[in-house]
């Protein structure tokens, strides 16, 4: 296993138009997480998917961005309508449950002109 | 909502010397974890302190975990220039969903 997988790594897009990122996380981990990290900042907490539930949504999370993880592997976070705000690394992780830590793919990258 | 304060924010040490990172949080968390990010890079994991208690050692740098207080540290003994990075602690939610400080900014200069 080469560990968790994003892509795309970059994506440059238009405002307004619609974009969709997708993780993979470690095969066998059931806890799958997204965030957002702008420079300078700490990862921010966007959603969180114990298997294919979706347990907690981050409150500042607009109505454009939505996430899924339908069979409990692999997950989408789609942002709808992109916003020059939007620009920041999408980081996704992933965790076996239980205590065990988090790793991290290797983000991506959204710049939004 | 899990809220997480690290300071300092920035951090310039020279090689040889000590020094500590705090992170408080504001509930009640399962287990608190540490990450380095260098520029550009993911985060990778460091530390994870589970109970009250807890210290957890790798190479220069040590990490301890007080869920009386609300509190973990990273101590850092004689720093060297490989570990200037960004170090960032993260609680967990009830959900155990991980919430994370702001990050210290960390240099260590010769």
């Known amino acids: 296993d080469t560990g968790v997988s994003q892509n795309p790594r970059h994506k440059i897009t238009k405002r307004g138009q619609n974009v969709t990122f997708r993780c993979d996380p470690i095969?066998?981990?059931?806890?799958l997480y997204w965030y957002r990290q702008t420079l300078g900042q700490g990862p921010e907490f966007l959603t969180y998917?114990?298997?294919?539930?979706?347990?907690?949504k981050s409150r500042l999370l607009s109505d454009r961005f939505s996430a899924e993880r339908p069979k409990g592997s692999f997950s989408t976070l789609e942002i709808q309508r992109t916003e020059q705000g939007d620009s920041a690394m999408y980081l996704c992780?992933?965790?076996?449950?239980?205590?065990?830590?988090?790793?991290f793919g290797q983000g991506t990258r959204l710049t939004v002109v | 909502e899990l809220k997480v304060e690290q300071n300092p924010l920035f951090l310039s040490m020279q090689e040889g010397k000590n020094y500590t990172i705090y992170c408080n949080y504001s509930t009640t968390s399962d287990r608190l974890y540490w990450y380095r990010q260098d520029p550009g890079k993911s985060l990778e994991s460091l530390f994870v302190?589970?109970?009250?208690?807890a210290v957890k050692q790798e190479g220069r740098l040590m990490a301890s975990l007080d869920t009386k207080a609300r509190l973990s540290t990273l101590h850092i003994t004689a720093a060297v220039h490989d570990l200037s990075a960004t170090y960032f602690c993260?609680?967990?939610?009830?959900?155990?969903?991980?919430?994370f400080g702001a990050g210290t900014r960390l240099t260590v200069k010769p």
């Open positions: 095969s066998e981990h059931n806890r």
């Open positions: 992780a992933s965790s076996a449950q239980g205590v065990s830590e988090a790793f």
């Open positions: 998917f114990q298997n294919e539930a979706q347990l907690e």
């Open positions: 302190l589970l109970s009250n208690g």
């Open positions: 993260a609680g967990t939610n009830n959900n155990n969903d991980m919430r």
